[in-house]
């Protein structure tokens, strides 16, 4: 089966930048891989922020955005918030299976 | 509104077995897809299972396969988890998702299952 690859935790500045990325054993991440990023907040259950790469729903503040960033899924924040320290998921599909990352520990600091 | 309520979880000896049941309601879950999700505490998200609208198709982690079991019952618009061959690396909590795309639905509460002697 598959891995999924995060890195475990990135630190970011209130109002700065920062790009978390989530990569494949199987090979370079595609369209085909339809990437979602969840977040989940202590205490909380997880919630979906981007799917099929970039695709936003209401809920997703406009500073976070998804990309493919060479061989990887990408989510972007641009304009950190005290709020958007959480952890945050990658997932994958695999044609029959799923696959979640090990998820990021996002702190904003 | 969607809802999924988890329910089944509960304390169990290695080796045994449990069946997890989430109850759906606020859509058509007879023409949906679902998934099983798991948490270890203080762990990251495992994806465990789904299974196609009707019943006939269903896959499986490779941590899982041969010990767990996804079934449904749309008359009962209900979701199963069957769990065999339990070990402590099963301890988590178990969400239930509805497939659609974008996962939109609030997740529910989770149903907890501990594996211990």
């Known amino acids: 089966q598959a891995v999924v690859t995060q890195e475990p935790s990135l630190t970011v500045s209130p109002g700065g930048t920062v790009t978390l990325t989530c990569g494949s054993s199987?090979?370079?991440?595609?369209?085909?891989?339809?990437p979602y990023w969840l977040q989940q907040k202590p205490g909380q259950a997880p919630r979906t922020l981007i799917y099929?790469?970039?695709s936003k729903h209401s809920w997703t503040p406009a500073r976070f955005s998804g990309s493919l960033l060479g061989d990887k899924a990408a989510l972007t924040l641009s304009g950190a918030q005290p709020e958007d320290e959480a952890e945050y998921y990658c997932?994958?599909?695999?044609?029959?299976?799923?696959?979640f990352g090990g998820g990021t520990k996002l702190t904003v600091l | 509104e969607v809802q999924l309520v988890e329910s089944g979880g509960g304390l169990v000896q290695p080796g045994g077995s449990l069946r997890l049941s989430c109850a759906a309601s606020?859509?058509?879950?007879?023409?949906?897809?679902m998934h099983w999700v798991r948490q270890a505490p203080g762990k990251g998200l495992v994806w465990v299972s789904r299974?196609?609208?009707?019943?006939?198709?269903?896959f499986y982690a490779d941590s899982v396969k041969g010990r767990f079991t996804i079934s449904r019952d749309n008359a009962k618009n209900s979701l199963y988890l069957q769990m065999n061959s339990l070990s402590a690396e099963d301890t988590a909590v178990y969400y239930c998702?509805?497939?659609?795309?974008?996962?939109?639905?609030?997740w529910g509460q989770g149903t907890l299952v501990s594996v211990s002697s």
């Open positions: 998702i509805r497939g659609v795309q974008g996962w939109p639905d609030p």
């Open positions: 606020g859509f058509t879950f007879s023409s949906s897809w």
């Open positions: 299974i196609n609208s009707d019943g006939t198709t269903t």
């Open positions: 199987t090979g370079a991440v595609t369209s085909g891989h339809y």
């Open positions: 099929d790469i970039s």
């Open positions: 997932y994958l599909s695999y044609s029959a299976v799923r696959v």
